[in-house]
């Protein structure tokens, strides 16, 4: 007879939660609309070179390097960057990769003006360095078969959440 009750009590308890509102709430479930609202909301500063303009947080500073490359840093620490690479189509994607990288997830991005691969790398200092940290980094490989280039946007995930580094990338436009 206990058990009963205290079933009976659980049960109405449970369905309690499950049925709280019969108010439903309209979410925006469209990941483009959704990535246009933070995107407006979080960038803040529009960084200009002859080749391209992208957008970072106003927080990061960004330092313009030989050949229309790009570090960007926070409180001086650098968090990620934008170089532009050789890129050969009838290779692998692996040539994009810097040396001493373990890819730990890869896949190709739809939505933006070229194609977009998207790659998660564990890298780890050379041997000979006698460094041992390991740095997980998130690299956005914007493709342009025709000029045999590749635009490598790329972030520390200790410092960049995946969001933000998307924003960036949507924000990213060729001249």
Not at 15 to 39: A, D
Not at 72 to 99: R, T
């Amino acid at each position: 007879m206990n058990r009963f009750f205290i079933l009976l009590f659980s049960v109405i308890f449970l369905l309690s939660f499950t049925s709280c509102s019969n108010e439903t709430k309209k979410l925006n479930t469209n990941p483009e609309q959704q990535l246009n609202q933070s995107l407006n909301t979080q960038l803040k500063q529009n960084i200009q070179t002859d080749l391209y303009q992208i957008s970072i947080p106003k927080e990061w500073t960004a330092e313009k390097l030989d050949g229309n490359m790009l570090a960007f840093k926070k409180e001086n620490k650098k968090i990620g960057g934008l170089d532009i690479l050789g890129y050969y189509p009838e290779q692998p994607i692996s040539q994009l990769e810097p040396n001493h990288s373990e890819v730990i997830e890869s896949k190709a991005l739809e939505g933006f003006f070229t194609e977009v691969v998207k790659v998660k790398l564990k890298i780890t200092p050379p041997a000979a360095s006698g460094e041992t940290t390991v740095t997980e980094q998130v690299h956005l490989f914007f493709i342009i078969k025709g000029k045999k280039i590749a635009y490598d946007l790329y972030f520390n995930t200790a410092d960049v959440d995946e969001q933000t580094a998307l924003n960036i990338a949507k924000s990213l436009k060729l001249k």
